[in-house]
């Protein structure tokens, strides 16, 4: 997969990608959903709040926060479904892969979930490409103020979070997955 955001300091290094593709599956799972996932929920509602916050302060005066905060929403909005499909639906089928249990689903092949999970990530992707283009990568103007600050620098983390979440499910989980199905 073609991630397009720049490269930055909180980039997974390639000893905690080794490490990450070394885990049975059913605990890199754990490990998304305590990292990455728990990161999420705990960091989009404030997200929102600051954005929100920037909308009613400067959204008036400002371009920048009244494209940026649709873009917030759009992505915490779209994460949240996703999520939830993950834990409740196909991590669960992975974890009966690697313990050799069938799990009910409906969705038949591991492939298909995944398939839809990709298409998602493309999406959130996007998104948070969109933001660091309106935001000049996290800059905030010179004169902004603390919550302007705040806001883009938790968003250039949540947004590398997100792009290394993408990456491990991508490259290390799905792949994994699918193998296990078809052996």
């Not at 073609?2 to 300091?9: D, T």
């Not at 919550?147 to 993408?166: A, G, M, P, S």
């Amino acid at each position: 997969m073609n991630m397009s955001m720049q490269s930055g300091e909180h980039n997974l290094t390639q000893d905690q990608l080794q490490q990450l593709s070394e885990l049975p599956l059913d605990q890199l799972t754990d490990v998304i959903v305590a990292g990455h996932h728990d990161y999420i929920r705990a960091t989009g509602p404030e997200l929102i709040c600051l954005g929100d916050t920037l909308l009613n302060v400067h959204g008036a005066d400002s371009d920048i926060i009244r494209a940026l905060v649709p873009l917030i929403h759009a992505l915490v909005d779209d994460l949240t479904p996703h999520l939830y499909k993950e834990e409740q639906i196909l991590f669960p089928a992975i974890q009966g892969l690697v313990t050799g249990q069938s799990v009910q689903s409906c969705f038949g092949h591991v492939s298909n979930p995944i398939r839809m999970m990709m298409h998602e990530h493309t999406e959130a992707d996007n998104l948070a490409v969109a933001m660091q283009k309106v935001t000049n990568h996290f800059n905030a103007p010179e004169g902004a103020c603390n919550t302007w600050r705040k806001c883009y620098q938790l968003l250039e983390e949540f947004c590398q979070d997100l792009v290394n979440h993408i990456h491990v499910e991508d490259t290390i989980l799905f792949p994994k997955a699918i193998t296990l199905a078809d052996a």
